[in-house]
T-cell receptor
């Protein structure tokens, strides 16, 4: 149980284009999902908290107009990287919060974004 | 404010030896504590969690961790390392009183190498 998927698993795009990444909780409903960014050999950096039916809460320093988050249903959150640039290349990971004991986060497999 | 310190960014053990990965936390309230494992180019998998029940927590793949309030520690152990245990391990803390702010505070991670 508590499976989270991400799509695509990897994407290569040209500079200036937009890329959408989907995060789905497959066997549970998640009112809250999180989006992280991870640089090589580093820990996770929280970008934003996505709440179903409301605006996402962005961490300090994260551009909300560049990283658009939509959480339209209890099983789907999307992250759109707008006008991507090479410095946006990274590993993006989402997690879905399983409410209840300890509010545990379950993670997707990640999306490798490469911007040329 | 909560914080997590993982002592030792790199740990190397021989196959069959004891694995000990250290995690100390700082929290003004009794925390929830988590250990996650990340294999290369993958998302994070929950190993185990402490939720204020039993102080010795058993997880998947033979790992366990003991919550020691007096030492503010939650070290991860495994009696006998396998080659397949080689991965990045992250300790994280959250607050049971977080309400809508259920963010995880992450350690910087410990890279475990298992030598044949």
């Amino acid at each position: 149980g508590a499976v989270v998927s991400q799509h695509p698993s990897w994407v290569i795009c040209k500079s200036g284009t937009s890329v959408k990444i989907e995060c789905r909780s497959l066997d549970f409903q998640a009112t809250t999902m999180f989006w992280y960014r991870q640089f090589p050999k580093q820990s996770l950096m929280l970008m934003a908290t996505s709440n179903e039916g409301s605006k996402a809460t962005y961490e300090q320093g994260v551009e909300k107009d560049k990283f658009l988050i939509n959480h339209a249903s209890l099983t789907l959150s999307t992250l759109t990287v707008t006008s991507a640039h090479p410095e946006d290349s990274s590993f993006y990971i989402c997690s879905a919060l399983l409410a209840g004991a300890a509010d545990t986060q379950y993670f997707g497999p990640g999306t490798r974004l490469t911007v040329l | 404010a909560q914080s997590v310190t993982q002592l030792g960014s790199h740990v190397s053990v021989s196959e069959g030896a004891l694995v000990l990965l250290r995690c100390n936390y700082s929290s003004s309230v009794p925390p929830y504590l988590f250990w996650y494992v990340q294999y290369p180019n993958q998302g994070l998998q929950l190993l185990l969690k402490y939720t204020s029940a039993a102080t010795l927590v058993k997880g998947i793949n033979g790992f366990e961790a003991e919550f020691k309030k007096s030492e503010t520690s939650f070290h991860l152990t495994k009696p006998s390392a396998h080659m397949s245990d080689a991965a990045e391990y992250f300790c994280a803390v959250s607050s049971p009183n977080a309400g809508n702010n259920r963010k995880l505070i992450w350690g910087l991670g410990t890279s475990l190498a298992v030598n044949p």
